[in-house]
Each structure stands twice: as C-alpha cells, then as structure tokens.
C-alpha cells in the first residue's frame, strides 16, 4: 500500500495465510458486488486485504460498518456481515470511527463504485473480481 500511499489507520485489516499479497478494498457493507467479492476472497489465501468501509449506499451503511469498526474483531465482523450477513452488534457509546476520513480519501481519489480495489502496484479495479482473476492478477505482481 505504500505505493498508493492509503492510510492503513483507516482501514480493517484481514490477514490470510501469510499475508504476502496486499489489496486495499473500498466496499460498502450493504453494496452486493462487495459481498460477492468478499464471498470470493474465501476462496484466496496468502492475502492481506485492508478494508476502507466506504459508505455511500445508505445510512444503514455508516452504522453497519460503525459497529463492525467498533466490535472486539473488526476482521471477523466484517467477514460475518458480508459473508455470513450476521449482523454485529450496535457500537458501544464513545467508540469513534473515522467515516469521514474514510469518504473525504475516497473522494480525493475520486471513487464512485464499490468494491474499487487497488493492488501494490499501484493499478485499481473497479467492480467484483472472480477469484480467479484475483489470484491471476496478484501472481502477475511482483
């Protein structure tokens, strides 16, 4: 993410395997192509994947991801809900969570869909990746 220059305090990091391959994920928790591609995701390993919740769907999003930002483990809670679409409990009184940072960067780098995925080489995807493509994609960086 360096090349890109994301700030990582903003986002939800997952870790699978040994967490070599790095993508940053903006995905809102109610968009269905973010749930397709977290769905997807399952079938990646070896992948750090930081999460900017970027809510722009509704406002049933900012409290969606308020709660899984706000639970004991953020990774799992946004997996429960875009996998699982278990619903994380509602964030505890003084638990801040940095939506608007969160859309203030997503505004400076004018994204307008979610997912919008960017690799370490700096290139970005817009849309749902199939697994497939993502690992063709990842293994093409080096």
């Known amino acids: 993410m360096e ?3 994301l700030p990582k305090e903003l986002a939800i990091k997952i870790v699978k395997g040994d967490g ?5 994920v ?5 968009c269905h192509y973010c749930q397709q591609f977290e769905d997807g995701l399952r079938q990646v390993d070896n992948i750090t ?6 809510n722009i769907l509704s406002v049933d999003s900012m409290y969606l991801s308020h709660a899984i930002w ?3 483990d953020p990774a799992k809670a946004w ?6 679409r278990k619903r994380p409990p509602a964030a505890k009184p003084g ?5 608007d940072d969160i859309l203030k960067l997503g505004e400076e780098l004018q994204i307008r ?3 919008t995925i960017y690799f370490a080489d700096g290139t970005r995807e817009e849309g749902s990746i199939p697994p497939e493509a993502l690992e063709e994609k990842l293994d093409s960086i080096k």
């Open 95 to 99: 638990c801040a969570f940095p939506n």
């Open 26 to 30: 903006f995905a809102d928790p109610n």
């Open 49 to 54: 994947i930081y999460v900017f919740p970027y």
């Open 79 to 84: 997996d429960d809900w875009m996998v699982e």
């Open 70 to 72: 706000c639970s004991p």
């Open 3 to 5: 090349k890109i220059g």
């Open 113 to 115: 869909a979610t997912p």
């Open 20 to 24: 070599k391959r790095v993508i940053a």
